[in-house]
């Protein structure tokens, strides 16, 4: 099933424990903020803070008076961490009984009857495809998930699991510091395979590491557009012919007020490329 997502995405990962550690009225703040510029798209995952993430935010959206149908929920499973119980080592579980309980608690924490799209968050060596079918099909005939993908899955990850099943989204990361996706054919599969591109870190390492090639030229076409540079980054992103979804991790509300500015923002083809030139360190071949 075919969703209609935001053009960017708000990323929750920072709004609880790990995070911010938001209060209720907080994250009210943010989904009112992240909904007044047009993102209506909100990215979980059930480890965020910890496990807590999911159930602090659908405390927050119950109390919020927002119509569940006016916004879209998207969240991953398959990560099993350490709980000092009967797990002692981080690992992955896509088994069939599992994938299920992990959805059935993601939505008694949100606080809904279902999830927009369901991602399996990191490949598993150990992947069974017929198992992760079999708990997949339940669930959209159940109605507790509309549309399913993965995270960080590779083409040949992708196509293994793609054999027994249509894989709708894949999270990965890209940015104008991370680029392989556009190189090693990773986008490419997607635009094959009518796979959407969602983005995490899509500002990539620009304000953890100082690069002065790629930062003067960041802030000359910044100056040029009369945006931000944060802007810039992710026009960048929305540049390329896959359209990917870049999901924003900022609980800064001066950043989420700027980002109308994003689709206004055209880069030219020099300017796109002058970027990725910057980054690779080399004019393009």
């Not at 279902?114 to 339940?138: G, M």
């Amino acid at each position: 099933m075919e969703i209609a997502l935001s053009k960017m995405a708000a990323g929750c990962m920072l709004w609880g424990e790990g995070g911010i550690k938001a209060s209720t009225q907080e994250m009210q703040s943010l989904m009112h903020a992240f909904l007044d510029v047009g993102i209506s798209t909100f990215d979980h995952a059930d480890i965020y803070g910890d496990y807590t993430t999911e159930e602090a935010f659908g405390r927050a959206f119950a109390q919020s008076n927002i119509a569940r149908e006016d916004i879209t929920l998207i969240t991953k499973c398959g990560i099993r961490k350490p709980n000092n119980k009967d797990i002692y080592i981080k690992h992955y579980d896509y088994s069939k009984n599992y994938i299920i309980s992990c959805c059935e608690r993601s939505l008694k924490l949100l606080q809904t009857d279902y999830v927009d799209i369901f991602l399996l968050h990191r490949p598993d060596p150990l992947l069974q495809p017929e198992e992760v079918a079999a708990a997949i099909s339940l669930l959209k005939e159940q109605g507790k998930i509309r549309s399913f993908g993965v995270s960080n899955f590779t083409p040949f990850q992708s196509e293994l699991l793609r054999q027994s099943m249509p894989i709708n989204y894949n999270q990965i990361q890209f940015s104008a510091t991370h680029f392989s996706p556009m190189l090693d054919g990773e986008l490419e599969y997607m635009a094959i395979h009518n796979i959407q591109p969602m983005v995490w870190s899509p500002m990539g390492t620009y304000f953890r590491e100082h690069n002065s090639t790629v930062h003067s030229v960041v802030q000359k076409i910044a100056q040029t557009h009369g945006v931000p540079e944060h802007v810039i980054l992710l026009a960048w992103i929305l540049g390329h012919p896959t359209h990917p979804i870049p999901v924003i991790g900022t609980t800064n509300s001066d950043r989420i007020s700027k980002l109308p500015m994003v689709q206004s923002t055209i880069l030219t083809k020099q300017e796109w490329t002058e970027i990725w030139s910057a980054s690779m360190g080399a004019n393009v071949p």
